[in-house]
């Protein structure tokens, strides 16, 4: 099966006003906090985000870049990892949507992309 848009999941780090701005350009956006993972380590918000085919944002690059080179030498997939330097929600939403509009969910698989 062959996946056009994008899925988002926002981890709790990252401002609930970015899924609202995806949402309405007509993107499927999640958070954690609606998805009640809030409190969850990060390999268990990567292991969530990839149980529902969405691509992970957040502002935790360190820990993350970490979970993708483990899940790349243990063979693991991801439906993607999107890292974003803190900015305000309006310029986070900005920077996705050129990533949402441009790349297909497919191509986002077992990606890392910075924004």
Not at 20 to 48: C, H, M, N, P, W
Request: proline share 1%; net charge negative; charged share 25%.
């Amino acid at each position: 099966m062959s996946d056009l848009f994008i899925a988002i999941y926002l981890d709790e780090d990252v401002d609930v006003l970015v899924a609202d701005l995806l949402r309405a350009r007509g993107f499927d956006a999640d958070t954690a906090v609606a998805a009640g993972q809030i409190g969850k380590s990060d390999a268990e918000q990567v292991a969530f985000a990839t149980s529902q085919g969405r691509a992970l944002v957040t502002h935790n690059r360190r820990d993350f870049e970490e979970l993708a080179r483990s899940y790349a030498s243990a063979s693991r997939t991801h439906a993607g990892m999107i890292l974003a330097v803190r900015r305000s929600p309006y310029e986070i939403a900005r920077r996705l949507l050129a990533i949402l509009n441009h790349v297909t969910a497919d191509e986002m698989v077992n990606q890392v992309r910075y924004i």
